[in-house]
């Protein structure tokens, strides 16, 4: 009997193939369940050392959750808001800010609006906590300009230049 026989044997067809359909669910009983089980389970305890971890953010941070509850808010966007809350989040007092937004601006059926921020006295890491924070605040605000300068006799104290451009 040739290889080539095999194909045209009838009881390939009527019994082999019968047969290895059959042993499908017990294979999948034997090995892909019990693979299933373990990955089920590291799945639930990944979970809950998640948990842990975002109720400690959650303690740690609590300006993240301000920020998640003002972006379910449907108030339209402003600046002097905008800023003075993300001051407030990176501990930049409010006299050390100034914004000064512009018109609303519509170009080829697009609206923006833009603003030119100053922060003064900030040391490095408020200065890109802010700009961080307030464009993950809000997606349709982009930077478009960013000017450090560095104050003369203070080891890590700067003037932000930010210029900003929001999109309606």
């Known amino acids: 009997m040739l290889i080539k026989d095999i194909y045209k044997n009838p009881t390939l067809y009527y019994i082999l193939v019968p047969a290895i359909v059959a042993l499908w669910p017990l294979l999948a009983w034997a090995f892909w369940l ?6 089920w389970a590291s799945g639930i305890e990944q979970y809950k050392k998640a948990e842990g971890l975002i109720a400690e953010i959650l ?6 959750l301000a920020l998640a509850e003002a972006a379910n808010s449907n108030d339209e966007f402003d600046y002097a ?3 003075a809350a993300v001051a407030g989040l990176c501990n930049i007092p409010a006299g050390n800010y100034s914004q000064d937004s512009g018109a609303v601006i519509e170009s080829s059926g697009q609206k923006s609006q833009s603003a030119k921020v100053v922060l ?3 040391d490095i890491t408020k200065s890109a ?7 993950l ?9 960013l000017k450090l300068t560095k104050k003369k006799g203070v080891p890590d104290m700067w003037v932000a230049d930010l210029d900003f451009k929001y999109y309606y």
Do not use: H, M, Y
């Open 120 to 122: 003064k006295d900030v």
């Open 81 to 83: 808001k905008a800023v």
């Open 59 to 64: 303690i740690l941070d609590r300006g993240r």
């Open 34 to 39: 019990p693979n299933a089980e373990k990955s």
């Open 137 to 145: 605040r809000w997606a349709n605000l982009q930077c478009t300009q």
């Open 129 to 135: 906590r802010f700009l961080s924070t307030i464009q």
